[in-house]
């Protein structure tokens, strides 16, 4: 067993590795993909093993997945902030710096696991039942909370409300597969990819320089992650980009090189809680952790220790493996013609959609990334873009 389990974690890594850098691979469709040939595999190797592959390979993604996002702007939800600032970086020649940061902030994050999960199983079984009655009103508050706060308040209210009802169209479209897809893919991926293209990005020669963190500011971006992440992580609709706005309320004005850092921390610990807490509270809070959760039927102590002890080993490997990979995007982003590849990973997306969800998501995806473009115009930050994931979550539950 301990060899399969070894011989999982590597293909866990070079899986993540993949669906990280290749703009709009999620990891939830190899997993769904891993569960539909789970018969045939089942025959080969153990439950577990498969569950251990799925971690490994959510581990890897959330380090690498960072790159697609600064370097080609095609991010998922959980990276889709790290644009402007990671961005801005990289117009700086400085686009390396932008993901040593995030991958700091992802190995700070592993480690914090080890704190958080077991605090998380003395604390939160006893309370869950109360908090569960209360969360779409949590959810309503901290959408009110994180539209009110903006400038352009109306843009947010009307973009999350725009967003949510999309969302609970699309998700109430039985002739769609996979309808996640083809919306988020708009919303955050292609609505991207064209402001891009129209404004003729170039990007300058990078350089690979030292990062020089501020130890205080360090600290406060652990504490605000720790605590946004916990609430995220239990919460239904809520996500890293609701966690990364949260955590930049609780800490404070911080840096940029700061809020990189604190993306990097809310992607792990969102990513390892939702795992968790299928074992705290017997709740899946993402695709991966449903399947591992239907693979395993029960997750027991002893399961949660593996997944910690796989988590460290995946997220070590996946640092060294982000600051490799992104070496070799610093040496030749420059010399590519950048409209160019934001119109291939365009395309490659819009092929995607109609291979995962069929040529009808191709409406949902054109309506999604319109909706994404008018944030981009109106200055909207993305995240209340959400609203179709989080929207539909208060109407199921209330």
Known sequence: ?????????????????????????????????????????????????????????????????????????????????????????????????????????????????????????????????????????????????????????????????LSGILGIAVMNLSVIKQPLFPLLTGLFGTSMLLSSIKQKTKIPRQKITKTIINKKETAKTIFAGVISSFLCAFMPGLGAAQAAVLGNEISGKISQKGFLILLGIISILVTGLNFAALYIIDKPRSGTAIIVGKLLNEITLSNLIIFGIVALIAGVIAFFLSLFFAKIFVKNISKVNYSLVSMIVLIALVALCIFISGWISLLVLITATSIGLIAIETGTQKMHLMGCIILPVIFFLI
């Open 1 to 161: 067993m301990i060899v399969e389990i070894a011989i999982a974690i590597f293909l866990g890594i070079i899986a993540g590795t993949f669906t990280g850098i290749a703009p709009g691979i999620h990891i939830n469709l190899v997993a769904l993909l891993l569960f539909v040939s789970s018969t045939f595999l089942l025959k080969l190797t153990a439950p577990l093993v498969l569950a251990v592959f799925i971690i490994s390979m959510a581990i890897t993604h959330s380090f690498l997945d960072f790159i697609s996002g600064i370097f080609l702007g095609a991010p998922e939800e959980s990276t889709a902030l790290a644009i402007l600032p990671g961005h801005e970086l990289l117009l700086k020649g400085k686009g390396y710096e932008a993901v040593k940061l995030t991958a700091s902030g992802c190995i700070i994050g592993i480690f914090l696991l080890f704190i958080i999960v077991p605090l998380s199983i003395i604390i939160l079984p006893p309370v869950y039942d109360y908090i569960k009655i209360t969360i779409p009103f949590i959810l309503i508050l901290s959408s009110l909370f994180l539209i009110l706060r903006e400038k352009r308040w109306f843009w947010a209210f009307f973009l999350f409300m």
